[in-house]
């Protein structure tokens, strides 16, 4: 029975087998002008482009990662090296669904109106992408081959900041941190967002109601170490050398915010200084996927990535002005 519960957690953690529509199981994503709704900017040839990554860890070449590629209308239009001058984002969607999701189309368009490049990718086992039997080990993995297509494809020049939602934030948090520990401090990321994020899976899920009885029937954290989805934020996040910005609304019902706060606590008592929280009011009703929707959010990312993070020790409350 313990096998099963473990396995069935698994299952909720990524949900990938949550999409809309729910058929075909693996969606025709290679065409990012059906999903760009009625708000511009428009997808099209000229500012985007669907490609597959390959994992330099799979020696097999068999494994893909789907992806789009996404430019502004200062670009050429072309995959090719950027310059000192230009930005990339790397977003890391949350469970459910795939690069396509409405929420996270919302988000590129924002990003690349600012005149940011973004390269938004779905771990194996979700959307396009090559199925695996899914950990927390492989979508870091593939957030790591995600960053080493920047690198390849886009050059060395460019500043680049890893975004990620939900699950995604602890994916990030995990793949920057180790990348950091590896090269020392010196890896090519300059800069971390973090939206709605959480302090590690284990009290995620003791936010549900249903943690209380689940835990009854089984030891929550020791299936979360045997099926490797842990997600330790709280543990990788001050390892990680450059600035973090983490936004997280009153309202979110997924994610609660208080975990957005724990995170942010346990970074600065170890001793991580360039970190700041931006709290949206529960009055803006953003809820966990909706940030993107803030008129402030423009000038609170702008900020971020313009000044390096100038760190202030507070929490800082944003209202619209």
Known sequence: MGDTIAEMMKQVIFSQFVQF???????????????????????????????????????????????????????????????????????????????????RVGLYKVLISMGYYVLAIDYRGFGDSSPVRLTESTVVEDARAALAWISDKLGEKAKVIVWGHSLGSAICSHMVADFDIETGGTSSVQGVILESPFDNMLNEIKSFSFAKPLSYLTNIASNLEKIDAQFESHKWLPAIKSPVLILHAEDDKVVPYQLGQSLFNAAKDAGKANIRFVTFPEGEKFGHCNIYKSSILPETIRYFLDTDCSISDQIYKINHR
């Open 21 to 103: 529509p729910p058929l075909p199981l693996v969606p025709d994503l290679t065409d990012p002008a059906k999903f760009c709704g009625n708000t511009e900017p428009k997808f099209d040839m000229t500012n985007t482009t669907n490609l597959y990554i390959t994992s330099s860890k799979d020696a097999s070449k068999s494994g893909r990662q789907g992806a789009w590629y996404l430019l502004p209308d200062k670009s050429s239009g072309k995959v090719e090296p950027l310059t000192e001058k230009d930005t990339v984002i790397l977003y890391l969607h949350g469970n459910c669904h795939n690069r396509a999701q409405g929420h």
